[in-house]
């Protein structure tokens, strides 16, 4: 592959936004606010048992109620609803229920583990289900609208040795209720505590960084003036267009990280639409050099491997 040096350029770009705190917090009035600053038609996926319908009198906005089994399908069929419908903004409230709710991916997780298949275990299982959260996560960062994710926080502990040598439990903070390292994936990571008091564990806007604040639509105004700033993004692929990219990177096994960096993109969603065609080609000769690949690999066999076929 040829290294391709370029300068840096600031482009426009679709937010995408974490928000975790304890039950009470406010994090569903919050992220309406942040939503209403952002402006346009605005979304929200209600997993928390029509909570979203409390705020109505804030502005208009509408609703998909998810209920149990939490499944990422029904996560990404909510999201691509919402984006075929032409809306601006994206409420998920909340992201948890994906990960630790009846149905969501520990649940199912844990009953893999227990099938009872030759083979599997604790450990074999999340073959399955890591390729699932990888599709949700993709699935918010290649969305053509903002996205706003919340998502419940726990008290987080560790073990450590005390002075004396004793092993101690020791309290280090809250933790969102997702996989481990999801917030790394939002360009703006909100904790927010009980008193309904934000501050931001990951900002690369650089516009909350150390401050202690109640949330507003005015913030959700700031963060958008900040996402215009920039050159005018390549007209990206559309929503069919990504969705049959996504299509056949899991057909082939292909990351789509790795395809990401391949084009110099951020997500999938974001190739130039001048570069679609390209694009498919590429997933086609990485199939063909992986089917001589294994055909090589065959011919290798010795002959009485090969008669069990």
Known sequence: MTIQIRRAVRKKAKLRLGMAGPSGSGKTYSALLLAFGLGGKIGMIDTEHGSGDLYADLGDYDIINVDAPYTVKKYRDAIRAFEDAGYDVIIIDSLSHAWAGDGGLLDKQGKIADSGKPGMNSYSAWRTITPEHNG??????????HIIATMRSKQEYVQEKNDNGKTVIKKVG??????DGMEYEF???FDIDTQHVASTSKDRTRLFDGQYFTITKE????????????EEAAQPISISQREELLRLLDEVGLNAMKFCEKFGIAHVGA????????AKKSIEEYRQKKLEKIAAMKAQEPEEDRDWE
């Open 187 to 189: 360009t703006v990571m």
């Open 136 to 145: 949700l996560v993709e699935a918010m960062l290649t969305s053509p609208c």
């Open 174 to 179: 809250m933790s969102p209720i997702q996989r």
């Open 219 to 230: 913030h959700g105004t700031r963060i958008l003036d900040w996402l215009e700033r920039g």
């Open 271 to 278: 190739l130039p639409a001048s570069q679609f065609a390209e």
